[in-house]
């Protein structure tokens, strides 16, 4: 579970995509290409000091000479959007993480669906263009308000596989979707993904895939209080009854790096020993889980949890 080291990029090229998300493309300063990803991946941006947020990557994998993100200000967010809208301007440098996809593509034949709403819709355009090169079946539906909130309207409606997109105003009534999907990826906020999901009610838990980032967060607070054990000190916390386990450890001035806060990036991922905790991440395996604990989502039932820490 060793993170890669950062790289140093720079702001090439901003600009609006609707009137609340804009672009960035990020390149590095000597030219060289920048690592290659794979459709669905994301990097995490040091979006200020201290402050690291998740964003998928837009572009098409098969260029990487330069990295796009797409993000959207959220005025009432916790501050990453806010604070990269704010600085990051043409020829600011940035640090950026290395690309982790949780969202990939399913290297299979048959008819592959990508249903996204709003900002959502970033990770579906980089799998667009990775199945479009490929020769799969794919087709993209994208759902927005209005037509002045699609993201990416040229591409969308002019691109190489626009014959492939379907967009459904929300403001002209209900989405249709394809019912003979082999995949369904889907991406935006978490009433829109239980809508599309439960259309596809039949469809193998395994073909359905999520990305989580536009959700909501994860109710992780707990029910009962436990002691948290630190294996490098010895040092002793409580977490009380109705908070998070992670909240205990900052309260006590113990350091947690997170990105994402809903169990998706891995960025709080540590080791644990003794005890039981409760997982409900969605960025380990089952084989992770019996030695790493992601902190901004874990519970914990036992009465006190090891952390190696
Ligand atoms: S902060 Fe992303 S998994 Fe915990």
């Not at 087709?139 to 591409?155: G, M």
């Not at 992780?220 to 054990?229: N, T």
């Not at 990105?259 to 395996?285: A, F, K, Y």
Request: aromatic residues 6%; contains cysteine.
């Amino acid at each position: 579970m060793s993170k890669a080291a950062d790289v140093q990029v720079f702001v090439q090229h901003r600009h609006a995509l609707t009137p609340s998300i804009d672009c960035w493309r990020l390149a590095r300063r000597d030219g060289a290409p920048l690592p290659a990803f794979s459709a669905g991946a994301h990097v995490e941006v040091q979006v200020a000091a201290g402050l690291r947020r998740a964003y998928s990557l837009c572009s098409d994998p098969a260029n990487t000479a330069f990295y796009e993100i797409a993000v959207k200000h959220e005025v009432d967010g916790r501050g990453g959007s806010r604070a990269l809208h704010q600085s990051a301007r043409i020829g600011t440098d940035l640090s950026i993480g290395a690309a982790r996809n949780l969202f990939a593509l399913a290297d299979e034949p048959g008819l592959h669906v990508l249903v996204g709403a709003g900002v959502g819709l970033t990770p579906l355009i980089a799998m667009a263009h990775s199945l479009h090169r490929s020769g799969k079946a794919f087709q993209l539906i994208a759902r927005v308000r209005q037509r002045e909130d699609l993201l990416f309207a040229p591409l969308l409606e002019h691109g190489p596989w626009s014959d492939r997109v379907t967009v459904s105003y929300s403001s002209e009534g209900a989405l249709a979707l394809p019912g003979n999907a082999a995949h369904v990826y889907c991406c935006g906020p978490d009433g829109f993904m239980q809508a599309v999901k439960a259309h596809y009610a039949e469809l193998p838990e395994a073909c359905w895939h999520q990305e989580h980032f536009a959700g909501g967060a994860v109710s992780v607070a707990a029910e009962q209080g436990y002691r948290l054990v630190l294996s490098a000190s010895g040092r002793e916390i409580e977490v009380a009854a109705g908070q998070r386990l992670i909240d205990a450890l900052r309260a006590n001035g113990v350091a947690c790096e997170t990105v994402c806060e809903q169990g998706v990036c891995g960025s709080c991922v540590v080791g644990w020993q003794d005890g039981r905790p409760r997982h409900q991440d969605e960025c380990l395996t089952d084989e992770d889980r019996q030695s790493y604990v992601a902190l901004c989502c874990a519970g914990c039932d036992s009465d006190s949890l090891t952390l190696e820490l």
